[in-house]
């Protein structure tokens, strides 16, 4: 029978933490240090360690979304539940926002008249952004299929791609394709990922330029 540790519960995160790193320590495991805080987040977020070989960053990434968010930048989501998830509170201590246009009736009425998906048209919806934009997916392909339509168009391009949708249709030819864009991103290779974990990137970023101030 597994022992019961009895903590208080602002210790709670810290020693889930320490398990973490020593799991990864027992593995055999050794994260690159500007990611280690976003993987072992996303681990803690899912219990799932496979992630500490499926995330992939690309060339400085974690120092280009850390600079786009202390700059005000936005935060775009294409669920509903990530943008719950996201610590809004944090993000605006740095001037940004975050932004779900997927529930909007115009967003809907437009999808249905394009015979496309709402998370497409959300993408267009979040060019219309005026500052540089995050976007965070979690759950749509369609999502980065429509972003690498309008990059390749020239029509618009994010700041910064949280790209970590789950699912199994077209999931992770999309994801393929956003690696081979200009966009700096964070992206999970294979068919894993969701709403949860999309936030829990964006709040590992927050929470590590929060302890910074």
């Known amino acids: 029978m597994k022992k019961i540790e009895h903590l208080l519960p602002e210790e709670i995160e810290k020693r889930s933490f320490e398990i973490i790193s020593e799991e990864l320590e027992r593995r055999g495991i050794k ?22 070989d499926t995330l992939v960053y690309s060339e400085n990434a974690v120092e280009t979304v850390k600079k786009l968010i202390s700059g005000g930048a936005d935060i775009v989501t294409d669920t509903n539940m990530a943008l719950a ?66 990059i390749q168009e020239g029509i618009w391009k994010p700041a910064f791609l949280i790209g970590v949708p789950v699912g199994f249709v077209n999931v ?32 590992a970023v927050l929470y590590e330029l929060r302890k910074g101030k």
Request: charged residues 30%; hydrophobic residues 40%; glycine residues 6%.
């Open 85 to 150: 998830g996201i610590n809004k509170k944090v993000l605006a201590e740095f001037g940004g926002e975050a932004h779900c246009f997927m529930a909007e009736e115009d967003v809907a009425r437009e999808a249905k008249e394009k015979k496309t998906t709402r998370a497409a048209v959300s993408m267009e919806r979040a060019a219309q952004i005026k500052k540089p934009v995050i976007v965070a997916v979690g759950n749509a392909p369609t999502a980065l299929l429509q972003l690498y339509e309008m």
């Open 31 to 52: 994260l690159p240090q500007e990611e280690e805080m976003i993987t072992k987040r996303v681990i803690h977020t899912s219990a799932d360690f496979e992630y500490a």
């Open 172 to 203: 992770e030819a999309a994801k393929e394709l956003m690696t081979e864009t200009e966009v700096p991103y964070i992206i999970n290779r294979g068919r894993k990922g969701g709403s949860n974990i999309a936030a829990a990137i964006c709040n």
